[in-house]
Each structure stands twice: as structure tokens, then as C-alpha cells.
């Protein structure tokens, strides 16, 4: 979820406004926060958003707002990346001690230039 969170940051902040979450009992700006995925991933806890119903991720109002067609963040995650929130939020939202090590991401599309 950390590298998700930090690979999205920069849509995010354009994305996400004046919206706040709760960090260390005080509500703190969304679009700053993002740059910070550990205390990104403690504010959606704080805020309620990984709250589920019977353990269910797809309940959380993370997820349904991912999936909102309508939503702001609706077209910037794939299933892969929705697969990853539903992994974290079904593992109990786990909050790594420190920053965990950068993962390399290797593309295997081949893009063709015609003249």
C-alpha cells in the first residue's frame, strides 16, 4: 500500500484539495498529507474510511469511493492497484515501522514510433 500511496502522490495532490485527514489528532490537508504514505495510510484508519462491515474491503468507503464512477480518483487506479487496497484493508491495515525499500518497476510494453 506505501508504494501505491507514493506512486499516486502526485495526482493525488492535484486530486484531493482542501479535503483533511486526522494525523496525530489534527486534521491535516489530504494533498500534503500524500507525500507522506505512512501518515497517509494512519489518517485513512483515523477517518474512518478503512471501517468495514463483516470484514468485507469492498464495504470500506475507501474502496467504494475508488470505484465511484463519478469520484475523483475514479480513472487514476487499475484492479491491480484496487487489488493492493483490498489486500491491506482485508490484512487488517498494516502501517510499516519506516519506509519500506523503493520496489524497481519494470515495464513490458514495447512502444513502436512509425514515421
Known amino acids: 500500500m506505501y508504494n501505491l500511496i507514493k506512486s499516486k502522490s502526485r495526482t493525488g495532490s492535484r486530486k484531493h484539495g482542501s479535503r483533511t485527514l486526522e494525523v496525530g489528532g489534527k486534521a491535516r490537508?489530504?494533498?500534503?498529507?500524500?507525500?507522506?504514505?505512512?501518515?497517509?495510510?494512519?489518517g485513512l484508519i483515523n477517518s474512518g474510511y478503512t471501517s468495514m462491515e463483516d470484514g468485507d474491503p469492498e464495504s470500506s468507503d475507501l474502496m467504494r469511493s475508488m470505484q465511484n464512477p463519478n469520484g475523483q480518483m475514479s480513472k487514476v487506479f487499475i484492479e491491480e492497484d484496487l487489488?493492493?487496497?483490498?489486500?491491506?484493508?482485508?490484512?487488517?491495515?498494516?502501517?510499516p515501522a519506516e519506509e519500506p525499500p523503493r520496489m524497481e518497476v519494470v515495464s513490458t510494453h514495447r512502444f513502436i514510433h512509425k514515421m
Open 29 to 42: 490537508r489530504m494533498d500534503v498529507l500524500i507525500n507522506d504514505p505512512i501518515a497517509f495510510m494512519q
Open 83 to 95: 487489488q493492493v487496497m483490498r489486500d491491506w484493508l482485508g490484512a487488517g491495515c498494516p502501517i
